[in-house]
């Protein structure tokens, strides 16, 4: 039976035939539930698939919670259509229990039901269950916030793609899982009770954010001289570009600066506050344009400058309320977030004169996916150590204190520990001890602690105020005090500390923060420069930021050091001592314990290879199938060229990880010299491989057959002038500026002398040129061109794309 009031409904059986209704006429069906059953999917697959069929964009969210989800149910949802973007929360222990649904439909309405039900046929047709339909007429705000905040669960780091490798690496944990937990009914009685608390990603928006403490609205300091290389970017005829700018250098200043130039102007944020700040930001650099929210709860849209919640865009329907040229300027803030699914669909629908991505860490130890995007441009890049030697930043002193938790005996989940285990070891009083007297020693008059989780936020923040110490801790279930609040003490000195876990790491700068007490293991070197950026605002409060980090046996231990050195790269070399040294102003210093340990983690670093097979397979599963070459470049978290340099070749690779058939093996073997050839000739200039991609463009069929340097020439010419960065780059010298206006035989001559000839000529080159013919050595067999050319494709364009790049860095390096 049902019983309806003032458009709320209470449902207590056959939820699904409301579910059916509610998919008619649907433009946007968005389902989150704990458990999926292959019975539930097997009654609403006709519903979905029509509704995909006309028109209607689907998005559902599963958990693994206690492996109940079947894998089966996994695989059915994703053989209901292509187009059907589904995903699987990891909840790593960690209760996921939603059941909700909601529709979305073009005329402003909707519908949310939440409530008792998952998504199975017991559920939704024989089982008693309580469920609450809520018409969005209802409360329009309620069910905007929905729809929010399921599109930040769905593009959550803790989600994954539904795909071939995902479900297959599901189902492996789920038969284990049963296996040993045969009794799973009293598993999920005595786990649900589990009062463990994750962080929510951001707070209200009411809380008060800083502004910017910029004296003037005028560009200083970096901001000049990356408006300076934006500009160089806009005559070089690039349409993206990436600004790398350490926390605290005004980021979100100079892309309001450089946006002045633009008449539409789209900012889009995964943070609400971030939102806000910058369009203030944006209000005093350009007073006379008019600016808009475009968010869960807000929709203006037809402003001059438009800040999104990424959140709000990421839903087909949003986006498409503004024509994909409506734009001139996209600006991405905390572009190294643009990688996530949640931006590309938003990404590849707009079509702006120019898009420009900022962030502090695109760091290439935590993956290289952002460079993509941009396609490798980056227009400017300063990192902090730099910005501390020119007096931008505030020097720091930093403080290793051993911890003595054994890190080896915790699960690790693939990208962090497993929480419950983590926190059982975090939460003793002998710990605590240590971390207060360290803290005691060290610490200056205002400081941020970054914990694992709230619990351990809790739990510090307790044994700090019982030793009569000012601290607070701030999270997303902390009650009596907001973070604006909690922020506007701590700068007056009513607070000492704030604990806190993930709430301070983007968008919030506090100048008068003088102390940073680290007590995490760093699971993410990207999250800890971000929280180590926190304290390094000039301020006239402070002479310098004192960082306390607990060091002990985790993963990343001895890496995240070489954020610190001198050279501000976060480079090392197998020689280099593991103290780095720092910049002029700052200091370092590290227990003898502390000095020990990283010793003995240098000492067991993970085989090279397998550290190489280890980022091939993260980047396989996220992909769902083996990445290109070029993939691997611009998406994995090892350098490309280790591969080249420890296998011959990626396809060398390849088979040493077994992902080539028998029929691949066998085609390797006998080209191995080939392969290895592309892979490794000479190339300071990009000539070969844009002779080696002509032939490749005439397809699988005749690619290998032999060329002239007249057949070439056009191709060759249009490639290079056609950007400006690659004529810059390749095409500027005495010999070749005489040739950007085509010359059928000055560039016939230029490829035949160089790339032609010194290939043909090199030693061991398993290429000719003969009476003004190049060929290759060899005559593949007809069976195998499909194979070798799509291998060979794979490393031409890979090692054109890092040609570019590598040169662009280096001259950016010099400007």
Same mark, same amino acid.
């Given at each position: 039976?049902?019983?309806?009031? /003032?458009?709320? %409904? ?93 529709? &979305? ?59 071939? $490798? ?39 928006? !009411? ?8 004296? *003037? ?80 709860? %807000? ?16 839903? %087909? ?10 734009? &001139? ?81 915790? #699960? ?99 100048? *008068?923060? &003088?102390? @940073? ?32 980090? /607990?060091?002990?046996? =985790? ?16 480079? #090392? ?22 000095? $020990? ?7 067991? %670093?993970?085989?090279? #290879? ?10 396989? $599963? ?9 993939? @691997? ?9 280790? =591969? ?10 390849? /088979? ?10 066998? +085609? ?10 592309? !892979? ?48 810059? +780059? ?22 035949? #002398? ?62």
């Amino acid at each position: 039976m049902s019983t309806t009031t /003032l458009n709320v %409904k209470l449902i207590t059986e056959n939820l699904a035939d409301d579910l059916i209704t509610g998919m008619q006429n649907a433009s946007g069906i968005y389902i989150m539930t704990s458990f999926i059953m292959q019975s539930g999917v097997r009654l609403l697959a006709p519903h979905l698939k029509g509704a995909i069929e006309r028109g209607a964009e689907v998005k559902v969210l599963a958990g693994d919670y206690l492996f109940v989800t079947q894998p089966e149910g996994l695989q059915a949802l994703r053989d209901i259509d292509p187009r059907l973007e589904a995903r699987l929360w990891r909840s790593m222990g960690t209760s996921f229990h939603p059941k909700a649904y909601l529709f &979305d439909y073009e005329n402003g309405e909707g519908l949310l039901i939440v409530g008792s039900s998952n998504f199975s046929m017991s559920a939704m047709r024989m089982g008693m269950e309580w469920n609450l339909a809520m018409n969005a007429k209802a409360e329009p705000y309620t069910f905007q916030v929905a729809l929010e905040k399921f599109m930040q669960n769905f593009y959550h780091d803790s989600t994954l793609p539904l795909n071939d $490798n995902t479900i297959a690496l599901y189902e492996a944990e789920y038969r284990t899982y049963h296996r040993k937990n045969p009794e799973l009914i009293r598993m999920i009685t005595e786990m649900e009770e589990n009062e463990y608390r994750t962080e929510n990603a951001s707070d209200p928006v !009411e809380d008060k954010v800083p502004e910017d403490e910029q004296a *003037s609205i005028h560009p200083r300091f970096a901001q000049i001289d990356a408006l300076d290389a934006l500009e160089r970017t806009l005559e070089e005829e690039y349409d993206k570009a990436m600004v790398v700018m350490a926390t605290g250098l005004g980021k979100t200043y100079l892309a309001g600066f450089f946006a002045q130039r633009f008449q539409r102007v789209l900012f889009i944020a995964h943070r609400e506050e971030i939102l806000y700040q910058a369009k203030r930001s944006f209000q005093r650099i350009m007073p006379d344009k008019t600016f808009g929210i475009y968010n869960g709860v %807000k929709k203006e849209g037809n402003a001059d400058c438009v800040f999104a919640s990424i959140y709000t865009l990421g839903m %087909k329907k949003h986006r498409e309320s503004f024509a994909p040229d409506g734009f &001139d300027l996209i600006v991405v803030d905390e572009f190294h977030h643009a990688a996530a699914n949640s931006y590309q669909s938003v990404i590849q629908y707009f079509e702006p004169k120019f898009l420009l991505g900022i962030t502090a860490t695109p760091d290439r130890m935590d993956g290289k996916d952002v460079y993509a995007l941009c396609d490798g441009n980056v227009a400017y890049q300063i990192h902090f150590i730099e910005a501390i030697r020119r007096g931008w930043l505030s020097p720091f002193q930093y403080y290793g204190v051993y911890d003595d938790t054994d890190y080896s005996s915790i #699960r690790w989940l693939g990208t962090h520990y497993d929480d419950e285990q983590l926190t059982a070891a975090q939460l003793r009083e002998s710990l605590a001890d240590k971390i207060y007297d360290a803290w005691r020693e060290h610490k200056q008059t205002r400081t941020i602690g970054f914990c694992s989780s709230i619990r351990q936020a809790d739990f510090l923040a307790g044994y700090f105020q019982d030793r009569g110490v000012a601290a607070v801790s701030l999270h997303s279930g902390t009650v009596g005090i907001t973070r604006g609040e909690a922020i506007d003490r701590l700068d007056r000195g009513d607070l000492e500390i704030i604990f806190t876990v993930d709430l301070f790491n983007e968008g919030v700068d506090i100048p *008068s923060v &003088d102390t @940073l007490l680290f007590v995490r293991p760093t699971e993410s070197l990207t999250v800890f420069t971000q929280q180590v950026g926190r304290g390094l605002r000039l301020s006239e409060q402070k002479t310098h930021c004192t960082i306390i980090d /607990l060091i002990g046996n =985790y993963r990343n231990a001895d890496v995240k050091l070489r954020l610190f050195a001198n050279d501000g790269e976060g480079k #090392r070399t197998a020689k280099e001592p593991v103290i780095p040294t720092v910049p002029d102003g700052c200091e370092l210093h590290l227990e003898t314990s502390v000095i $020990n340990l990283l010793d003995e983690l240098s000492r067991k %670093k993970l085989p090279h #290879r397998e550290r190489l097979h280890r980022s091939f397979l993260d980047l396989k $599963n996220e992909l769902g199938r083996i990445p290109t070459y070029l993939e @691997l470049h611009l998406h994995g978290s090892s350098n490309s060229w280790e =591969y080249r340099n420890e296998f011959g070749s990626y396809i060398g690779f390849l /088979l040493w990880a077994e992902c080539l058939t028998k029929e691949e093996e066998d +085609i390797y073997y006998r080209y191995e010299a080939w392969i290895r050839d592309v !892979e490794k000739t000479v190339m300071t200039k990009s000539y070969k491989m844009i002779v080696l991609l002509y032939m490749l463009e005439r397809g699988p069929e005749h690619w290998a057959e032999p060329v002239t340097s007249q057949e070439v020439g056009p191709f060759f010419h249009s490639y290079l002038t056609e950007k400006e960065y690659r004529r810059r +780059i390749d095409f500027s010298d005495k010999d070749s500026k005489r040739l950007w206006e085509y010359n059928e035989i000055g560039v016939s001559q230029l490829i035949e #002398r160089m790339p032609m000839t010194k290939w043909g000529s090199a030693k061991g080159s398993m290429t000719r040129f003969e009476d003004g013919v190049f060929s290759l050595r060899f005559e593949p067999a007809p069976e195998h061109l499909s194979i070798l050319h799509r291998w060979t494709k794979e490393i031409c364009l890979y090692r054109l794309h890092h040609h570019f790049e590598r040169k662009e860095e280096k001259r950016g390096a010099h400007l």
